[in-house]
Structures are given as C-alpha cells and as structure tokens.
C-alpha cells in the first residue's frame, strides 16, 4: 500500500520508523508540523529525512494547498499519528482504504484532546487506547482496535504515556495497518450511550484545593505530572507540584488544610482534607523544576506555612 502519515513527536517517529523497517508498504509521504526557527526539528521530520520520505509541512491542513498535495500522493490510507491540527474530510475520505487514527483512550470514553490526563485525575484504574476510522465527529468514528492499560495506584501522566500507550500504541497502530492491507479490519460503531468527553486539561483544571480528600489531591497532582503541572500558590506565587506520593495514613485529621508538615532531602509533606501527600519537586513560574529540598530553601518555607492562600 502507498500511506501517508499525518503526525508529529516521537510518537510519529516512531510509527514512521516502524513502517519503514518492515517493508511491507510505501510511506509517499509524511505531512509534519511546520518548521520553527530557531528550534529543534520536529522528530518525524529528522525521521522522514533520514529515510528519504518526502517531507510536507503546512500551516493548516485544512489550506487547499495542503488538501491537492495530498490528493496528488494517490495514498491507498492515511495513519494518523499524534495530529493536533484539523485534518478535513477531503484528505480524510481520499485514500483508496480510508484513515485510522490512534487516541489514547477506550473510545467512547475520554474523547479529547486529554485523554491521558483525566482518567488519571478521576481515579480510574484503567484505561488504554483506540485505532478508529475518523470522521466528521471529534473521536467518534467506528473501532478498528482497542488494547488495555492498567493505571497503577502511583501511575502518572507521564508514566502512563510513555510506559504503557505510546509503545502499545506503535504496536496497535502496525497491525491496524496490517489488518487493513489484509481486508480484516474491523469498522465498529461506537455506543454514544457511554461517550463521555472532556477538553484540555489546563493549568486552571488543576488548581489544588488542599480540603479535598487525600486520593483527589494525589490523582490531581499524579494526572498532571508534567503536563500541566497540578499547582497552588505560597506566598502569593503560583508553584507547580510533581513526583507526589502518599503519606503514611494518619489515625487524626489535620487541624489545617494546606499547611507544611515536614520538610527532608526525600520531600515535603503538605496537610489534605483528610491526610496529607508528599511532594518531591517543585516549579516556581518562569523557572526549572526543582527538588522539594531546593525549594524550600530558596522559598524561605518553613513547618507550619500554608499553600493556596
């Protein structure tokens, strides 16, 4: 088959690199986010250079430009790789065998664009992802494949991604393909009486609130880890909170939510609703990541000081 990929990152890459070493069909081209100055090249770019597969980037794919040199490929299908731009149905419906489509959930569940976050931050304890043949709707066409993934009790977004989906994800992605080049593979309607969909995952979406429940901070914090950053404030300064993990239940509530319990080189100790979490780095806005050890130093925190007031 003659494929295109749309996509971008590492994940791209990676399904650009895969296609490519097992010689089964074509790549014609690798549609890429456009280049930036005076920053790196996107990694399916330096991919699709080294292997010599023909490079084209586009401020929108939705341009006419975009759509005819699509069209002019004669693609027989399109894997969609980690796209974050608008694809229009006229590049979508063009190939000879259609589009698949990774998204890291078990569709209808987690539609969006974070779909990784949230399942996360709910608590939930699995999760997985999609190959399915998009459509004019937002993550609603039918199934070709799903395989699971099991959100572990510390599992962050960060983890999660990068352990578990992204190389499941790669995988699926190949056999999908294969399944098309084989006339196996499988169109299943989506049941929208259990769709659920949710937007970005903001800064704003994270905000902390130190009266909440143990677990809800933890996931909060685990679900945003890198991406967004789960945050609070000290001092009138918004800080960003990662590599959190729990603390030895306590048979008392704490007096005061938000407030610095301990302090050490492994951490601090923050009071929830109900218990308290540790946290083990810290970002101040506009700076890098830090150890908690780091940061409070350079903070001037000290035991009893509170967050988010």
Same mark, same amino acid.
């Given at each position: 088959m003659n494929i295109v990929i749309i996509g971008q990152s590492a994940f791209g890459?990676?399904?650009? !690199?895969?296609? +490519? *070493?097992r010689d089964e069909d074509q790549v014609v081209g690798v549609f890429a986010p456009p280049r930036r100055e005076n920053r790196p090249l996107d990694p399916i770019t330096e991919a699709a250079t080294e292997l010599e597969v023909p490079i084209f980037e586009f401020k929108r794919l939705r341009d006419q430009e975009a759509i005819d040199k699509f069209k $002019?490929?004669?693609?027989?299908?399109?894997?969609?790789?980690?796209?974050t731009d608008i694809v229009p149905m006229e590049m979508i419906?063009? &190939? $000879?065998? @259609?589009?698949?489509?990774y998204h890291p959930s078990l569709l209808p569940l987690h539609r969006g664009p974070s779909s990784i976050n949230? &399942? =996360? =931050?709910? @608590?939930?304890? *699995?999760? @997985?992802?999609? =190959?399915?043949? &998009?459509?004019?709707g937002l993550d609603t066409g039918p199934v070709l494949?799903?395989?699971? +993934? !099991?959100? *572990? &009790?510390?599992e962050t977004l960060g983890s999660l991604y990068f352990n578990k989906l992204y190389p499941l994800g790669? *995988?699926?992605?190949?056999? %999908?393909?294969?399944?098309?080049?084989?006339?196996n593979a499988p169109k299943i309607v989506q049941? !929208? %009486?259990?769709?659920?969909? !949710?937007?970005?995952?903001?800064?704003?979406?994270v905000d902390v609130d130190w009266s909440a429940s143990t677990s809800a901070v933890f996931n909060m914090i685990r679900g945003a880890d890198p991406q967004p950053g789960a945050n609070t404030t000290f001092n009138g300064t918004r800080v960003s909170l990662y590599d959190a993990s729990l603390s030895a239940p306590s048979s008392s509530k704490p007096a005061e939510t938000g407030h610095l319990l301990a302090s050490g080189e492994s951490g601090i100790t923050i009071s929830t609703g109900d218990g308290s979490v540790n946290i083990g780095r810290l970002k101040t806005a506009g700076r890098k990541k830090v150890s908690a050890a780091e940061w409070t130093e350079s903070a001037g925190a000290k035991i009893g000081d509170s967050f988010g007031s």
């Amino acid at each position: 088959m003659n494929i295109v990929i749309i996509g971008q990152s590492a994940f791209g890459k990676s399904v650009l !690199e895969a296609l +490519a *070493e097992r010689d089964e069909d074509q790549v014609v081209g690798v549609f890429a986010p456009p280049r930036r100055e005076n920053r790196p090249l996107d990694p399916i770019t330096e991919a699709a250079t080294e292997l010599e597969v023909p490079i084209f980037e586009f401020k929108r794919l939705r341009d006419q430009e975009a759509i005819d040199k699509f069209k $002019s490929l004669e693609p027989d299908l399109c894997v969609m790789a980690f796209v974050t731009d608008i694809v229009p149905m006229e590049m979508i419906d063009c &190939p $000879s065998l @259609g589009t698949i489509q990774y998204h890291p959930s078990l569709l209808p569940l987690h539609r969006g664009p974070s779909s990784i976050n949230w &399942p =996360i =931050i709910y @608590g939930e304890t *699995e999760t @997985g992802l999609t =190959i399915f043949w &998009p459509d004019k709707g937002l993550d609603t066409g039918p199934v070709l494949m799903q395989k699971n +993934a !099991e959100i *572990e &009790p510390d599992e962050t977004l960060g983890s999660l991604y990068f352990n578990k989906l992204y190389p499941l994800g790669v *995988e699926a992605l190949i056999e %999908s393909v294969d399944l098309v080049r084989t006339g196996n593979a499988p169109k299943i309607v989506q049941d !929208e %009486s259990k769709a659920t969909y !949710e937007g970005w995952c903001k800064a704003e979406d994270v905000d902390v609130d130190w009266s909440a429940s143990t677990s809800a901070v933890f996931n909060m914090i685990r679900g945003a880890d890198p991406q967004p950053g789960a945050n609070t404030t000290f001092n009138g300064t918004r800080v960003s909170l990662y590599d959190a993990s729990l603390s030895a239940p306590s048979s008392s509530k704490p007096a005061e939510t938000g407030h610095l319990l301990a302090s050490g080189e492994s951490g601090i100790t923050i009071s929830t609703g109900d218990g308290s979490v540790n946290i083990g780095r810290l970002k101040t806005a506009g700076r890098k990541k830090v150890s908690a050890a780091e940061w409070t130093e350079s903070a001037g925190a000290k035991i009893g000081d509170s967050f988010g007031s």
